[in-house]
Protein backbone atom coordinates (compact mmCIF):
# COMPACT_ATOMS: atom_id res chain seq x y z
CA UNK A 1 0.00 0.00 0.00
CA UNK A 2 1.40 3.53 -0.53
CA UNK A 3 0.66 6.96 0.63
CA UNK A 4 1.10 10.56 1.17
CA UNK A 5 1.30 12.94 3.23
CA UNK A 6 1.89 16.73 2.35
CA UNK A 7 2.78 19.16 5.05
CA UNK A 8 0.96 22.45 5.41
CA UNK A 9 -2.09 22.95 3.47
CA UNK A 10 -2.18 26.67 2.29
CA UNK A 11 1.43 28.08 1.95
CA UNK A 12 1.82 31.66 1.30
CA UNK A 13 4.78 33.07 -0.59
CA UNK A 14 5.76 36.50 -1.76
CA UNK A 15 6.53 37.06 -5.86
CA UNK A 16 10.21 36.40 -6.88
CA UNK A 17 10.60 34.07 -3.40
CA UNK A 18 11.39 30.26 -3.10
CA UNK A 19 8.49 28.47 -3.19
CA UNK A 20 8.73 24.99 -1.21
CA UNK A 21 6.03 22.44 -0.74
CA UNK A 22 6.71 19.38 0.92
CA UNK A 23 5.67 15.74 0.48
CA UNK A 24 6.66 12.75 2.47
CA UNK A 25 5.35 8.98 0.86
CA UNK A 26 4.87 5.82 2.79
CA UNK A 27 5.18 2.90 0.29
CA UNK A 28 5.66 -1.03 0.47
CA UNK A 29 6.61 -0.99 -2.64
CA UNK A 30 9.40 0.92 -5.08
CA UNK A 31 7.38 4.10 -5.55
CA UNK A 32 6.86 6.34 -8.50
CA UNK A 33 6.00 9.62 -7.49
CA UNK A 34 4.59 12.74 -8.37
CA UNK A 35 3.61 16.20 -8.17
CA UNK A 36 0.13 17.69 -10.17
CA UNK A 37 -0.67 21.35 -10.35
CA UNK A 38 -4.65 22.42 -10.55
CA UNK A 39 -5.81 25.73 -11.15
CA UNK A 40 -9.30 26.79 -10.29
CA UNK A 41 -12.20 25.04 -12.03
CA UNK A 42 -9.86 23.16 -14.19
CA UNK A 43 -8.33 19.25 -14.44
CA UNK A 44 -4.80 18.01 -12.89
CA UNK A 45 -1.71 18.80 -14.95
CA UNK A 46 1.56 17.06 -14.65
CA UNK A 47 4.23 18.76 -12.96
CA UNK A 48 7.08 16.12 -12.98
CA UNK A 49 7.32 12.72 -12.17
CA UNK A 50 10.07 10.50 -10.61
CA UNK A 51 10.34 6.95 -11.60
CA UNK A 52 13.49 5.60 -10.34
CA UNK A 53 15.82 7.28 -13.01
CA UNK A 54 17.36 10.61 -11.55
CA UNK A 55 16.54 11.20 -8.11
CA UNK A 56 16.26 15.00 -8.97
CA UNK A 57 13.49 15.58 -11.19
CA UNK A 58 12.79 18.78 -12.91
CA UNK A 59 9.61 19.78 -14.24
CA UNK A 60 7.77 22.39 -15.95
CA UNK A 61 6.86 25.91 -15.54
CA UNK A 62 10.76 26.05 -13.24
CA UNK A 63 9.89 23.03 -10.77
CA UNK A 64 11.78 20.19 -9.70
CA UNK A 65 11.61 18.23 -6.83
CA UNK A 66 14.00 15.64 -5.47
CA UNK A 67 13.61 12.54 -4.26
CA UNK A 68 15.19 10.63 -1.16
CA UNK A 69 15.09 7.75 0.05
CA UNK A 70 16.57 7.89 3.63
CA UNK A 71 14.12 10.74 4.46
CA UNK A 72 10.90 9.18 2.28
CA UNK A 73 10.60 12.74 0.56
CA UNK A 74 9.90 14.22 -2.42
CA UNK A 75 9.78 18.08 -1.85
CA UNK A 76 8.70 20.39 -4.87
CA UNK A 77 10.70 23.51 -5.28
CA UNK A 78 10.91 26.51 -7.29
CA UNK A 79 13.81 29.13 -7.14
CA UNK A 80 11.25 32.45 -7.86
CA UNK A 81 7.45 32.53 -7.73
CA UNK A 82 5.67 34.58 -10.11
CA UNK A 83 1.75 35.03 -9.41
CA UNK A 84 0.72 32.54 -12.20
CA UNK A 85 1.90 29.36 -9.83
CA UNK A 86 -0.80 30.51 -7.45
CA UNK A 87 -2.89 27.34 -7.86
CA UNK A 88 -3.00 24.17 -5.54
CA UNK A 89 -0.67 21.27 -5.85
CA UNK A 90 -1.04 17.63 -4.93
CA UNK A 91 1.58 15.27 -4.20
CA UNK A 92 0.59 11.45 -5.43
CA UNK A 93 2.10 7.63 -4.94
CA UNK A 94 2.30 4.69 -7.39
CA UNK A 95 3.61 1.52 -7.27
CA UNK A 96 6.12 0.75 -10.09
CA UNK A 97 4.02 -1.80 -11.99
CA UNK A 98 0.35 0.11 -11.96
CA UNK A 99 -1.57 3.12 -12.35
CA UNK A 100 -3.78 3.34 -9.27
CA UNK A 101 -3.01 6.83 -7.70
CA UNK A 102 -2.93 7.43 -3.90
CA UNK A 103 -3.05 11.85 -3.31
CA UNK A 104 -1.99 13.59 -0.35
CA UNK A 105 -4.66 16.14 0.33
CA UNK A 106 -3.27 18.88 -1.48
CA UNK A 107 -1.66 22.25 -0.68
CA UNK A 108 -2.98 25.81 -2.04
CA UNK A 109 -0.24 28.52 -2.73
CA UNK A 110 -0.48 31.71 -3.03
CA UNK A 111 1.89 34.72 -4.17
CA UNK A 112 1.95 38.17 -2.79
CA UNK A 113 2.64 40.80 -5.12
CA UNK B 1 -6.69 15.92 -30.18
CA UNK B 2 -9.87 16.46 -27.19
CA UNK B 3 -7.77 14.76 -25.09
CA UNK B 4 -10.38 13.24 -21.90
CA UNK B 5 -13.78 14.28 -22.11
CA UNK B 6 -15.99 14.81 -19.39
CA UNK B 7 -19.90 15.53 -19.58
CA UNK B 8 -21.89 16.99 -18.40
CA UNK B 9 -19.39 19.70 -16.17
CA UNK B 10 -22.41 20.58 -13.89
CA UNK B 11 -25.12 18.69 -12.49
CA UNK B 12 -27.78 18.55 -9.22
CA UNK B 13 -29.35 15.48 -8.83
CA UNK B 14 -32.05 14.94 -5.95
CA UNK B 15 -31.63 12.05 -3.02
CA UNK B 16 -32.40 9.03 -5.09
CA UNK B 17 -32.33 9.97 -8.00
CA UNK B 18 -29.72 7.71 -10.57
CA UNK B 19 -27.25 9.22 -13.35
CA UNK B 20 -24.17 8.41 -15.30
CA UNK B 21 -21.52 10.54 -15.66
CA UNK B 22 -19.24 10.19 -19.04
CA UNK B 23 -15.91 9.82 -20.20
CA UNK B 24 -14.57 9.50 -23.16
CA UNK B 25 -10.78 9.54 -24.15
CA UNK B 26 -9.29 9.93 -27.93
CA UNK B 27 -6.05 9.12 -26.54
CA UNK B 28 -5.84 4.80 -26.73
CA UNK B 29 -4.61 4.62 -23.36
CA UNK B 30 -6.12 0.81 -22.05
CA UNK B 31 -6.04 2.13 -18.83
CA UNK B 32 -8.60 4.81 -17.21
CA UNK B 33 -10.19 5.44 -13.98
CA UNK B 34 -11.92 7.47 -12.00
CA UNK B 35 -11.32 9.85 -8.47
CA UNK B 36 -13.63 12.17 -6.68
CA UNK B 37 -12.29 15.16 -5.21
CA UNK B 38 -13.38 16.77 -1.92
CA UNK B 39 -11.88 19.60 0.19
CA UNK B 40 -8.76 18.29 2.82
CA UNK B 41 -8.77 14.90 1.05
CA UNK B 42 -7.53 14.95 -2.30
CA UNK B 43 -8.40 12.83 -4.67
CA UNK B 44 -9.73 9.56 -4.00
CA UNK B 45 -9.81 5.98 -6.14
CA UNK B 46 -13.51 5.13 -7.11
CA UNK B 47 -12.92 2.67 -9.69
CA UNK B 48 -10.19 1.60 -12.62
CA UNK B 49 -10.14 -0.31 -15.75
CA UNK B 50 -6.99 -1.95 -17.36
CA UNK B 51 -8.70 -2.12 -20.70
CA UNK B 52 -11.94 -3.55 -22.46
CA UNK B 53 -14.42 -5.63 -20.17
CA UNK B 54 -11.93 -5.39 -16.89
CA UNK B 55 -13.01 -2.95 -14.27
CA UNK B 56 -12.11 -3.23 -10.58
CA UNK B 57 -12.71 -1.61 -7.07
CA UNK B 58 -10.73 1.45 -6.28
CA UNK B 59 -10.83 2.72 -2.54
CA UNK B 60 -14.01 4.09 -2.06
CA UNK B 61 -16.29 2.24 -4.50
CA UNK B 62 -19.96 1.86 -2.80
CA UNK B 63 -22.66 3.66 -4.59
CA UNK B 64 -20.76 3.75 -7.86
CA UNK B 65 -20.80 1.22 -11.19
CA UNK B 66 -18.74 1.24 -14.16
CA UNK B 67 -18.34 -0.56 -16.88
CA UNK B 68 -15.80 -0.69 -19.95
CA UNK B 69 -17.66 -2.01 -23.29
CA UNK B 70 -15.09 0.17 -25.30
CA UNK B 71 -11.53 1.46 -24.85
CA UNK B 72 -12.38 4.77 -25.50
CA UNK B 73 -15.47 5.34 -22.80
CA UNK B 74 -15.58 4.52 -19.14
CA UNK B 75 -19.11 5.91 -17.60
CA UNK B 76 -19.46 6.32 -13.84
CA UNK B 77 -22.84 5.80 -12.54
CA UNK B 78 -24.31 6.39 -9.85
CA UNK B 79 -27.04 4.20 -8.80
CA UNK B 80 -29.35 6.11 -6.30
CA UNK B 81 -27.41 9.22 -5.23
CA UNK B 82 -26.90 10.19 -1.71
CA UNK B 83 -25.87 13.92 -0.45
CA UNK B 84 -22.78 12.18 0.86
CA UNK B 85 -21.17 11.92 -3.18
CA UNK B 86 -21.35 15.91 -3.66
CA UNK B 87 -17.93 16.20 -4.94
CA UNK B 88 -15.79 16.84 -8.06
CA UNK B 89 -15.17 13.81 -10.11
CA UNK B 90 -13.02 13.49 -12.50
CA UNK B 91 -11.71 10.52 -15.14
CA UNK B 92 -8.46 10.12 -16.34
CA UNK B 93 -6.25 8.07 -18.45
CA UNK B 94 -2.88 6.87 -18.06
CA UNK B 95 0.12 5.53 -20.11
CA UNK B 96 3.88 5.53 -18.85
CA UNK B 97 3.14 6.31 -15.61
CA UNK B 98 1.45 9.53 -16.88
CA UNK B 99 -2.12 10.42 -16.14
CA UNK B 100 -4.44 12.81 -18.23
CA UNK B 101 -7.48 13.94 -16.16
CA UNK B 102 -10.32 15.43 -17.38
CA UNK B 103 -11.87 18.78 -16.83
CA UNK B 104 -14.44 17.13 -14.28
CA UNK B 105 -18.12 16.55 -13.36
CA UNK B 106 -19.20 19.27 -10.36
CA UNK B 107 -21.39 17.14 -8.72
CA UNK B 108 -23.98 18.26 -6.24
CA UNK B 109 -27.35 16.22 -4.76
CA UNK B 110 -29.72 17.62 -2.81
Known amino acids: AQSVTQLGSHVSVSEGALVLLRCNYS??????LFWYVQYPNQGLQLLLK??????LVKGINGFEAEFKKSETSFHLTKPSAHMSDAAEYFC???????????FGAGTTVTVRA | NAGVTQTPKFQVLKTGQSMTLQCAQD?????MSWYRQDPGMGLRLIHY???????DQGEVPNGYNVSRSTTEDFPLRLLSAAPSQTSVYFC?????????FGQGTRLTVV
Open chain 2, 92 to 100: ATSRAAEAF
Open chain 1, 27 to 32: SSVPPY
Open chain 1, 50 to 55: YTSAAT
Open chain 1, 92 to 102: AVSGSNDYKLS
Open chain 2, 49 to 55: SVGAGIT
Open chain 2, 27 to 31: MNHEY
